[in-house]
Nanobody, 125 residues
Framework: QVQLVESGGGLVQAGGSLRLSCAAS????????MAWFRQAPGKEREFVVG????????YYGDSVKGRFTISRDGAKNTVYLQMNSLKPEDTAVYYC??????????????????WGQGTQVTVSS
């Protein structure tokens, strides 16, 4: 069982930065692939970025490459999403997700079995 709680969302101007955090609890966190997804109003949930349990492998959605960075701190059971050069089109609810199988690097939300409640990110133009 993994429980996820996101924080760090808010309102920022275009070109600004935000850092999201996802605090995890549960024994399987350390072996879980972790990811961030986002969902804008009226749109489907979109994969943003993922990270392997060892942090050795990261994979990014095309729309955020070069601007967003994912990292994880095993000692703190926390995953971070550093978002730079934010654009209005980045506005969405951002969700942290865990794949407890630890063996896939998927961009499909159906492959993730634990989800946080989401945190709103709004980028003004």
């Amino acid at each position: 069982q993994v429980q996820l709680v996101e924080s760090g969302g808010g309102l920022v101007q275009a070109g600004g930065s935000l850092r999201l955090s996802c605090a995890a609890s549960g024994r399987t966190f350390s072996r879980s692939v972790m990811a961030w997804f986002r969902q804008a109003p009226g749109k489907e949930r979109e994969f943003v970025v993922g990270i392997s349990w060892s942090s050795a492998y990261t994979y990014y959605g095309d729309s955020v490459k070069g601007r967003f960075t994912i990292s994880r701190d095993g000692a703190k059971n926390t995953v971070y999403l550093q978002m730079n050069s934010l654009k209005p089109e980045d506005t969405a609810v951002y969700y942290c997700a865990a794949d407890s199988s630890g063996s896939r690097y998927s961009t499909r939300d159906s492959d993730y079995d634990y989800w946080g409640q989401g945190t709103q990110v709004t980028v003004s133009s």
